[in-house]
């Protein structure tokens, strides 16, 4: 008889399980809507100018105030939601995980089901804010949107994981509320910082997507490839850093 | 910090399933000018087939780290673990995803022992039927008393026919139809040549094991033949009621 895939296993019932979170689900519906469709709702359509990178120099456009703040509530929006899926994801492994280590599991198995996990609910949250934001306003490049947001969105989800691995729920809950908020909404938002960031600005896991995002939200050409690389290439940092802290976590139990 | 899987030796008629030697455990504090707190200093101990072995102590004596660390799921400072087979472990504290029906937490589990669809679906039955929970099947674990959900924590340790069992207060919110029943298939297990190892307070136990282990002063004493000290203890307050 064959045995049953242990990897394929794990993460087909990690799926259901997380369906099952019912506060994953709710901030699934609800955030989307109160954050960007908001937004749109009440932001004052007047033009101002915008930080972004053209033909190799960064530059100052004229944008209108509703579109950028499309470009910026709405990675906001998926990067909270998959941070606290991977902070819970997180917390949960941490309690369980070790012991699918004792019946057999190895390491990479569950890791891989895990982030396979934190994958498909990431596309989940992309999806949905990204198919609320197009009510409202239409990326110049959609596709090259969307892929930055994938990127930042799934490294917020790894940091979530790192967090929840540190900290208990609570202070891991307010850390990945705030930390989006002021990375992403203001440390990155050009409305706000209308000069080139500072350097340690530049640290921040928005950095590099978010500039992805304002080029291809706002202007027709892409001048940012180089910046999605780099985007990627912190994804994977993190991600690396996130299979360490979940070897350690659930090996403690 | 030595683990291994090589066949350990016979001794008598039994074979030794599972072996620590000079065993050391201290947890460290996170914060760097905090307290450590040694638990284990240099614990032997060695479990054989087909025998019921008790390990007692007082409350943080180094019982469940003890039992943590000869399953393998929690390193050890100093010292070497030996097994043989397979292991099956049921921690104190139901380890079980809430949000999962009980029949995909089988199904889970099973995967990780290496079953086939098959089996899983044979062990899920049979313990349901053995420990009184098939109409649970299609709960969810957070749905469960404390009792099934104790029952659960119990089958995953035991659907795979494990060589050595390892069982931590197993029958903790058992009814007392269960707990006897509990202790038929400790017994039949034990009968086919399965290694039981249990944490227990209950001195009405001692009867019911082979072996007793006490965890004291962070080492591990075999007092099969003796009183523990909380049995003393016990004895002390009976005399001066």
């Given at each position: 008889m064959v045995s049953v895939n242990r990897t394929a296993t794990a993460f087909g019932i990690g799926l259901r399980e997380h369906a099952r979170n019912y506060v994953l689900v709710a901030l699934l519906v609800i955030l989307p809507v109160s954050f960007i469709t908001l937004a749109f709702a009440v932001t004052q359509d007047v033009q101002m100018p915008v930080r972004t990178f053209v033909d190799g120099e960064t530059t100052t456009v004229m944008r209108g105030m509703p579109e950028v703040h499309g470009v910026i509530m709405t990675p906001i929006t998926s990067s909270f939601i998959a941070g606290l899926a991977g902070l819970f994801l997180m917390r949960e492994a941490r309690d369980t995980d070790g012991r699918l280590a004792v019946v057999g599991y190895r390491a990479r198995q569950v890791i891989a089901a895990r982030f396979g996990v934190l994958a498909v609910i990431t596309l989940v949250v992309v999806g949905v804010s990204v198919g609320v934001m197009l009510i409202d306003f239409q990326p110049e490049q959609l596709w090259w949107f969307v892929a930055a947001m994938f990127v930042l969105s799934v490294t917020y989800g790894l940091i979530g994981m790192f967090v929840g691995a540190v900290f208990n729920r609570l202070a891991g809950l307010w850390i990945m509320l705030i930390l989006p908020m002021i990375d992403?909404?203001?440390?990155?938002?050009p409305l706000f910082v209308q000069s080139e960031p500072e350097w340690w600005m530049k640290l921040f896991p928005g950095y590099h997507p978010v500039r992805v995002m304002v080029d291809t939200g706002l202007t027709?050409?892409?001048?940012t490839a180089m910046s999605l690389g780099w985007g990627f290439g912190y994804l994977l940092f993190v991600g690396l850093l996130a299979i360490w802290v979940y070897y350690r976590g659930t090996r403690a139990t | 910090m030595e683990t291994t899987t090589a066949p350990t030796e016979t001794v008598g008629e039994s074979k030794t399933l599972v072996r620590g030697n000079a065993l050391e455990k201290t947890y460290g504090s996170r914060l760097p000018l905090g307290r450590s707190t040694p638990v284990l200093t240099g614990a032997d101990i060695e479990v054989r087939a087909g025998e019921i072995v008790g390990i007692v102590g007082e409350n943080g004596s180094g019982k469940s780290t003890l039992m943590k660390i000869l399953v393998g799921v929690l390193d050890h400072d100093v010292g070497t673990v030996e097994r043989t087979g397979t292991i099956g472990w049921c921690p104190q504290e139901p380890l079980l995803y809430d949000r999962l029906t009980v029949s995909e937490t089988f199904r889970l589990f099973g995967a990780g022992y290496g079953m086939s669809r098959e089996e899983i679906d044979a062990a899920k039955r049979r313990l349901a039927d053995e420990l009184d929970f098939e109409r649970y099947l299609d709960y969810r674990v957070d749905q469960l008393s404390g009792g099934n959900r104790q029952k659960v924590n119990l089958s995953i340790a035991l659907m795979h026919d494990p060589d050595v069992l390892m069982l931590?207060?197993?029958?903790?919110?058992?009814?007392w139809e269960t707990y006897l029943r509990f202790w038929d298939m400790a017994q039949d297990l034990a009968d086919d040549g399965t290694a039981v190892v249990m944490i227990s307070h209950?001195?009405?136990e001692r009867s019911r094991l082979d072996r007793v282990f006490e965890v004291r002063d962070g080492l591990v004493h075999d007092v099969t033949d003796e009183e523990t000290v909380s049995e003393l203890r016990s004895d002390r307050e009976g005399d001066d009621e």
């Open positions: 992403i909404g203001l440390f990155q938002d027709t050409d892409l001048d | 931590d207060e197993p029958y903790t919110g058992f009814d209950l001195i009405e």
